[in-house]
């Protein structure tokens, strides 16, 4: 079979379970170390790290925050690049499955992270109990955060259904991918209600055109649905030996 006609719903999963766990792991540990320890070589962060109000941390949230969500939105955009067979231009559609799968698995451990390192923040005074539980951060807009809160757990079961595509069924597995668009926008929701920084000019373009480009590309995908409905190809069969 040519890579140019691959079905996409044969590609297995390019990163092992043990490869994604440990990776979680390492990215998750190594950002918490570089907290601990750059105050020791940049000593101008100690301030910011320690005290009565350590601002680090609500910093550290919302920036890797944002980097989660840009993660997601190339996830998206690849994938819809898969369903709406762009990805056969460029890079192809095998490397456009592996890197869509792997960009999510990275911005997944983001996610984790921007919401542990929030515990530092003395601010609000979130609990590790808090951070588990949706919609249980009474101090602070329990609502959104509870949103983005589910839209983890639901990115979470995502993720997962990488690995248990066979145990569970094709069409269940694209069904399940569906829920994508609406842990993506429970995201952007999050963002934008409980992000302190919505309404800063570049905040709000940032919300408009990932959302805006992953709409764009959604109608691109039924419109073509609705041109192969309506115009069907046949398949060419094989001449004759």
């Known amino acids: 079979m040519s890579m140019n006609t691959q079905d996409p719903n044969q590609f297995e999963s390019s990163v092992s379970i043990q490869t994604f766990l440990l990776f979680l792991f390492a990215t998750v540990i190594g950002l918490l170390v570089a907290v601990l320890l750059l105050p020791i070589f940049l000593p101008n962060m100690a301030f910011s790290l320690s005290g009565d109000a350590p601002k680090a941390y609500w910093y550290l949230s919302r920036g890797t925050a944002f980097v989660s969500l840009s993660l997601l939105w190339v996830s998206m955009a690849l994938g819809l690049g898969i369903t709406n067979k762009m990805a056969r231009l460029w890079p192809g559609m095998p490397a456009t499955f592996a890197i869509h799968e792997y960009v999510s698995l990275l911005g997944l451990a983001f996610a984790l992270f921007h919401a542990l390192i929030i515990l530092g923040d003395h601010y609000i005074n979130f609990t590790l109990l808090q951070l588990i539980i949706p919609f249980s951060?009474?101090?602070?807009?329990?609502?959104?955060v509870g949103i983005g809160q589910i839209g983890f757990y639901v990115w979470l079961i995502v993720a997962a259904s990488?690995?248990?595509?066979?145990?569970?069924?094709?069409?269940?597995?694209?069904?399940?991918?569906?829920?994508?668009?609406?842990?993506?926008?429970?995201?952007?929701?999050?963002g934008i209600f409980s992000g302190t920084d919505t309404s800063m000019s570049w905040a709000q373009n940032y919300y408009w055109f990932s959302a805006g480009s992953l709409i764009f590309l959604f109608f691109v995908r039924i419109v073509g649905v609705v041109i192969d409905a309506l115009f069907p190809v046949k398949k060419q069969m094989p001449a004759p030996r």
Not at 164 to 180: D, E, N, V
């Open 137 to 144: 951060t009474v101090d602070y807009k329990p609502f959104w």
């Open 162 to 190: 990488f690995y248990i595509r066979p145990t569970i069924g094709q069409k269940f597995w694209r069904l399940l991918h569906y829920a994508s668009f609406g842990m993506y926008f429970l995201g952007i929701f999050h």
